[in-house]
């Protein structure tokens, strides 16, 4: 059994906007070169609050039409808003700020994926 209190929400929302400012300094450096780490830690709770809001609410209620549209959902409203925040954050136009965020997204999927592996969360 396990708690969903006030303090598990909190907890998961800095873990979460944690890896993805880090995924993100990652992405940013790679793409665009030295750049302050700061910028990545603004944009980071962005993604990480819209994240976990729509896949705790969003995916059930566009859920009851396909399981799978619900998470399209959720996957592009977090690429929004991510794209938005890397705008505003690096002040930078949207033709590289696509591409920024398809690089984050890359970035963190394969992050994701091996930390995965290594802790074995699934």
């Given at each position: 059994?396990?708690g969903?209190?006030?303090?598990?929400?909190?907890?998961?929302?800095?873990?979460?906007?944690?890896?993805?400012?880090?995924?993100l300094h990652?992405?940013?450096?790679?793409?665009?070169?030295?750049?302050?780490?700061?910028?990545?830690?603004?944009?980071?709770?962005?993604?990480?609050?819209?994240?976990?809001?729509?896949?705790?609410?969003?995916?059930?209620?566009?859920?009851?039409?396909?399981?799978?549209?619900?998470?399209?959902?959720?996957?592009?409203?977090?690429?929004?808003?991510?794209?938005?925040?890397?705008?505003?954050?690096?002040?930078?136009?949207?033709?590289?700020?696509?591409?920024?965020?398809?690089?984050?997204?890359?970035?963190?999927?394969?992050?994701?994926?091996?930390?995965?592996?290594?802790?074995?969360?699934?």
């Open positions: 059994m396990t969903g209190g006030l303090f598990a929400l909190l907890v998961t929302l800095v873990l979460t906007s944690l890896f993805y400012a880090v995924t990652l992405a940013a450096t790679f793409f665009i070169g030295d750049v302050p780490s700061q910028r990545a830690a603004y944009v980071g709770p962005v993604p990480a609050v819209v994240s976990i809001l729509l896949g705790r609410y969003g995916v059930e209620s566009i859920g009851f039409v396909s399981p799978g549209l619900g998470i399209v959902v959720v996957l592009l409203a977090t690429l929004v808003a991510d794209a938005i925040a890397i705008s505003v954050s690096y002040r930078i136009s949207w033709r590289p700020t696509a591409l920024l965020t398809v690089l984050h997204l890359a970035f963190a999927a394969v992050l994701g994926f091996a930390l995965n592996n290594v802790l074995g969360f699934f």
